[in-house]
């Protein structure tokens, strides 16, 4: 899925927890959003950086910015990034780091474990199929279906357009 799809669906969610908690404890939206985004952020930010940079200079045209991501002595950053952005032990662990050292559930981080959870079915073999057993087990689920296919994006934004429709009405109700 898309990072901006990512993002509105983790703030989604946080807004959602929210109002089922009653308030028996808050997730920040803005923080979940991020937390979101932040496996395809982790993955493909260097190779993108590195792709711009490629760019500019004129350095390596071919491997660098003109593909899907950036090979450094035929070493595929992105691919080798994603496997540990994308898995639910690495995320499980960090989550659990987290709640130790700061004494309580960071909550947020449900958006790491949502957009690996999204990614899932919506990545095919052929496209970054997710590795979400990693470092365990290799295993990726066969089934995905490419998130880039027009029907896909039209249901997911379609979705979205009413989850966040119900957002700003909820809001508005609870002004007046």
């Not at 003109?66 to 540990?84: M, S």
């Not at 073999?125 to 689920?141: C, G, H, K, N, V």
């Not at 998130?147 to 966040?164: F, R, T």
């Amino acid at each position: 899925m898309d990072i901006f799809a990512h993002t509105l669906w983790a703030n989604a969610g946080a807004r959602g927890a929210n109002k089922v908690s009653k308030g028996k404890f808050r997730i920040s939206p803005l923080w979940t959003g991020f937390w979101g985004v932040f496996p395809d952020f982790f993955a493909f930010t260097v190779p993108f950086i590195v792709g711009i940079y490629n760019l500019i200079t004129k350095v390596d045209y071919e491997s660098g910015f003109g593909r899907h991501h950036v090979e450094v002595g035929g070493f595929d950053i992105a691919a080798y990034l994603y496997q540990f952005s994308h898995s639910i032990v690495i995320w499980a662990f960090t989550f659990l780091a987290a709640w130790f050292f700061s004494k309580r559930p960071r909550y947020e981080l449900l958006g790491w474990a949502l957009h690996i959870l999204i990614d899932i079915p919506s990545h095919s073999l052929a496209f970054y199929p997710t590795p979400f057993l990693f470092p365990i087990s290799d295993y990726r689920f066969p089934y995905g279906v490419q998130w880039s296919n027009m029907w896909y994006m039209i249901i997911n934004y379609s979705l979205l357009a009413v989850v966040w429709i119900g957002i700003v009405f909820r809001k508005r109700k609870i002004r007046k």
